[in-house]
């Protein structure tokens, strides 16, 4: 009798573990692939503020640095300290395997990154991906930008927004910065839009 109710139990994990992963992109995913989506509980206040990379990276930086520009043209004055943070998340993926054959291996460096950046402990060359046997995702690299708010003080969000677009390496900077101008073109309200890919 309790074999069969431990069978039981085990079948019934098994089967709402699988229906609730189906369903994870969907359960605060964030907008859709080539959409910005911005949430202002307040706007950005005019205070001094940080901004905090989540993953240290050559194509982050260079995305934070145009961030910067773009909180100084609204009058915030920007550093490595404030009363305010701003952590930005940037992530490139390229599931499809890109145009190099060892592209997607543990070890090596994306196609944005520079000689001598940020360089990778050696380690085993392992392909990266499903081996389900169903066919891969058409979407291809994406590259996607989350930015949120929060007060030092009381560390309360005040601001977030996501955006992603589909694009190839070479001018993932480029899509990155397109993206962050349309966010901060109209960044003070709530909306859902175009993230501003580059075609």
Not at 30 to 54: C, H, N, R, S
Not at 145 to 157: A, I, N
Not at 166 to 191: H, L, S, V, Y
């Amino acid at each position: 009798m309790r074999i069969a109710v431990a069978l039981v139990a085990v079948w019934a994990l098994a089967h709402t573990t699988s229906a609730s992963a189906q369903n994870y992109g969907s359960v605060g995913g964030g907008p859709k692939l080539g959409e910005l989506e911005i949430k202002a509980w307040q706007p950005i206040p005019k205070t001094k503020t940080a901004v905090q990379l989540g993953s240290d990276t050559k194509l982050g930086r260079e995305l934070r640095r145009q961030v910067m520009v773009r909180l100084s043209q609204r009058g915030n004055q920007v550093g490595f300290s404030g009363s305010n943070v701003m952590r930005m998340d940037v992530s490139y993926f390229d599931l499809l395997g890109g145009s190099r054959q060892n592209y997607g291996e543990l070890g090596t460096k994306p196609d944005y990154a520079e000689s001598g950046s940020n360089p990778f402990l050696p380690v085993p060359a392992n392909p990266i991906g499903r081996n389900t046997g169903r066919t891969p995702s058409t979407a291809g690299p994406t590259l996607r930008v989350s930015l949120t708010l929060y007060s030092v003080d009381t560390g309360k969000v005040l601001w977030s927004a996501t955006a992603s677009c589909i694009t190839q390496a070479d001018i993932a900077q480029r899509a990155g910065e397109m993206m962050i101008n349309n966010i901060f073109d109209n960044a003070d309200k709530n909306r859902v839009g175009d993230a501003g890919c580059p075609l």
